[in-house]
């Protein structure tokens, strides 16, 4: 049973920074490329980054420059640091797989950026 806990999320200013954590029962890290996704209120989940097992991290458009994913295997853990967050990077964070799967979504973590 494959299980992921997202923490690090809250409420940050503009301009703010967050950094995001996931962990995962099991060995799973090292066997699969790691993404974080988010779902904003009224929109479908999308992806918002993701690490490769060898290759180079891949950023969405609107995160490319303030987002970075990282990973640690050895700890069973992928984080995401959030630099110069806006009002429009507020979303629910989850972590899963990539391409995800269905049944490991977690509870994810809710991060709003206001003033």
């Known amino acids: 049973q494959v299980q992921f806990v997202e923490s690090g999320g809250g409420l940050v200013q503009p301009g703010g920074s967050l950094r995001l954590s996931c962990a995962a029962s099991?060995?799973?890290?090292?066997?699969?490329?790691m993404g974080w996704y988010r779902q904003a209120p009224g929109k479908q989940r999308g992806l918002v980054a993701f690490?490769?097992?060898?290759?180079?991290?891949y950023y969405a458009n609107d995160v490319k420059g303030r987002f970075t994913i990282s990973r640690d295997n050895a700890q069973n853990t992928v984080y995401l640091q959030m630099n110069s967050l806006e009002p429009e990077d507020t979303a629910v964070y989850y972590c899963?797989?990539?391409?995800?799967?269905?049944?490991?979504w977690g509870q994810g973590t809710q991060v709003t950026v206001s003033s």
């Open positions: 899963n797989k990539y391409p995800p799967h269905n049944n490991w």
């Open positions: 099991g060995s799973i890290f090292s066997g699969y490329a």
């Open positions: 690490f490769s097992l060898g290759g180079s991290p």
